[in-house]
């Protein structure tokens, strides 16, 4: 168990009021999520929900039992298990631990309870159910519609956003099944951003070189799903406009 005043890492965890987190931790177990970890598959039952500090996750959907996809991406600000707050123990998707680090987890029948008790909990939860949802939308018309350097552009940014570090670890191998293209795709897309002297890309190791330019070179979508998530976040006396749906 943790100490009462050790950092909170989790946004969510965070952002709740003393009594209610007080009353959380004494269920939440620190783990350690290792890359490459499956954390749910499709039409399993979710034994755990974590609460990711340092580690980040990949929502995957799959298409004929093989071809994944990811359609969601959640670290600090996130929690892995939504459908047990939408009133369902299984998992649509596959949960894949894409960035080793640390995570608090509960086991289901707890968190259901404690759910069911808090109503900060409750209200943090839907919020973020609410900009996951617009995520994964958002997500599906980007890899229908924009082309892999804008996409793998906005992807850098979630993640950098959610590790807070500008140096992290992915291979192309992973990018392509992140992005649904082939390798081949993903090192062309990593050498022009690369070129334009955005990032730094070596065995495995991006770096983040030039954070503006990478927004600059992202479609819109990335913009989109931050200022929801940012605007629920705020609630909904300062929540900002719809952007428009320009290309
Ligand atoms: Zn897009």
Redo the contacts with the bound molecule.
């Keep these: 168990m943790l100490a009462p005043h050790a950092p909170v890492q989790n946004h969510l965890l965070a952002a709740l009021p003393r009594k209610d987190y007080q009353r959380l931790l004494a269920r939440l177990e620190p783990v350690k999520l290792t890359f490459g970890e499956v954390l749910y598959e499709p039409g399993k039952t979710i034994r755990h929900v974590y609460f990711p500090g340092t580690s980040l996750v990949s929502l995957l959907t799959l298409a004929d039992g093989h071809l994944a996809l990811e359609t969601g991406l959640l670290g600090r600000d996130g929690m892995v298990g939504i459908p047990l707050v939408l009133g369902h123990d299984e998992s649509s998707v596959r949960a894949l631990v894409q960035g080793t680090g640390t995570a608090m987890r509960m086991a289901s029948a707890h968190f259901r309870e404690e759910f069911r008790l808090s109503l900060p909990l409750q209200q943090e939860l839907y919020r973020y159910a609410h900009t996951l949802m617009a995520q994964i939308s958002?997500?599906a018309?980007?890899?229908r519609?924009?082309v892999v350097e804008?996409?793998l552009a906005?992807w850098l940014l979630m993640t950098h956003d959610r590790v807070k570090s500008d140096q992290f670890r992915m291979t192309h191998e992973f990018l392509g099944h992140m992005l649904g293209v082939r390798r081949v795709g993903v090192t062309k897309a990593a050498q022009a951003l690369q070129k334009r002297k955005l990032i730094r890309y070596t065995r495995g190791d991006i770096t983040v070189l030039d954070r503006g330019g990478l927004e600059a070179a992202?479609?819109?979508?990335?913009e989109i799903v931050k200022d929801m998530h940012d605007g629920a976040r705020a609630g909904p006396a300062v929540r900002k406009p719809q952007v428009s749906a320009a290309a």
């Design positions: 958002q997500t018309a980007c890899n519609f924009h804008t996409r906005r992202a479609c819109r979508c990335y």
